[in-house]
């Protein structure tokens, strides 16, 4: 593919940001990717392992003459970190995120902007319980969606060059609006996260049940409930506050189900647990025939040498 921008500055050097930096490589999609982490430890570990072809030791560097600028840190900082890039954005350049909540994003970072910058927030719909610099592959994306949530009146160039972009790395791209984008992330991601953090936290609280069995029996449902629960902390403490009201909607309704199949299973209704159950395992059939997911034995994991 060709080169989308001659610049690209990745603020946050993550598991979203370094997989972002392998894939547009792969692709050829950038000219040159500069990166800038918080953190000194973590911008020498990707000088390390040649993540981006520039690591800054100030934000300010990172974002100069940059034609797109990728906030990939945790939703509660993007206000702070928009506030620091605005005086050192070029006219003309696009700042885009990452974040997994767009309503407040939106709310945070647009008012720090230049008017003459592109603000347009996107979420790729794909991720692993790692972190950290080390944590990057180019695949990640592959096949997954990328929602972009521009504003009405972004230019219409700016819109199509964010999502070339995100085609060449791999994504299917759709535009959505923040409050639904909101809604939908509540129920297919943030509280399917939080009721495992949940379960987790109550197998952990339950003496009558030792560590050990935990751990030795955990190859049934409850390992993939610790794979979430395993997930970058700040972080989804940081979607919860910021996406308060849609989360606590989706898990009122959840409540509601979880006790109407309390009451089937203490009278017995059968019925009612099998027709729920078929209802729920088709939705499983669809996520594997839209591509998302596989149906090889044990979700297509490698099997463990013993």
Same mark, same amino acid.
């Given at each position: 593919?060709?080169? !989308?921008?001659?610049?690209?500055?990745?603020?946050?050097?993550?598991?979203?940001a370094s997989s972002m930096f392998w894939a547009i490589k792969r692709g050829g999609l950038a000219g040159t990717v500069t990166g800038y982490a918080r953190s000194a430890e973590t911008r020498d570990t990707a000088r390390q392992i040649g993540l981006c072809d520039q690591v800054c030791d100030t934000i300010n560097d990172a974002v100069q003459d940059a034609d797109l600028v990728v906030l990939c840190v945790p939703v509660g900082a993007?206000?702070?970190?928009? +506030?620091?890039?605005?005086?050192?954005?070029?006219?003309?350049?696009?700042?885009?995120?990452?974040?997994? !909540?767009?309503?407040?994003?939106?709310?945070?970072?647009?008012?720090?902007?230049? +008017?003459?910058?592109?603000?347009?927030p996107a979420h790729p719909l794909a991720g692993t319980e790692h972190s950290g610099p080390t944590?990057?592959?180019?695949?990640?994306?592959?096949?997954?969606?990328?929602?972009?949530?521009?504003?009405?009146?972004?230019?219409?160039? +700016?819109? +199509?060059?964010?999502?070339t972009l995100w085609e060449g790395i791999g994504c299917n791209v759709e535009e959505m609006d923040a409050d639904h984008h909101d809604l939908v992330l509540a129920v297919t991601s943030h509280a399917p996260h939080l009721i495992a953090y949940t379960m987790v936290g109550v197998a952990d609280d339950?003496?009558? !049940?030792?560590?050990?069995?935990?751990i030795k029996y955990s190859a049934a449902g409850f390992r993939d409930f610790t794979r979430i629960a395993a997930s970058d902390p700040t972080m989804w403490r940081d979607v919860f506050l910021t996406n308060k009201d849609a989360t606590l909607e989706i898990l009122g309704r959840f409540t509601e189900e979880l006790f109407a199949l309390q009451r089937a299973i203490r009278t017995g209704d059968g019925d009612h647990l099998h027709a729920y159950f078929t209802r729920t395992r088709a939705i499983r059939r669809g996520i594997i025939e839209a591509g998302q997911d596989t149906d090889a034995p044990d979700f297509g994991r490698a099997k463990l040498k013993p």
């Open positions: 593919m060709a080169v !989308v921008y001659k610049r690209v500055a990745l603020i946050g050097l993550g598991l979203i993007m206000g702070a970190v928009a +506030a620091q890039i605005a005086p050192y954005l070029k006219d003309g350049a696009t700042v885009s995120d990452v974040g997994s !909540v767009k309503r407040d994003v939106i709310e945070q970072v647009g008012p720090h902007l230049p +008017a003459s910058v592109a603000f347009i944590s990057g592959f180019a695949e990640l994306f592959d096949n997954r969606w990328c929602l972009l949530v521009p504003a009405d009146g972004t230019p219409a160039p +700016a819109i +199509a060059a964010l999502r339950l003496r009558r !049940v030792t560590d050990s069995e935990v």
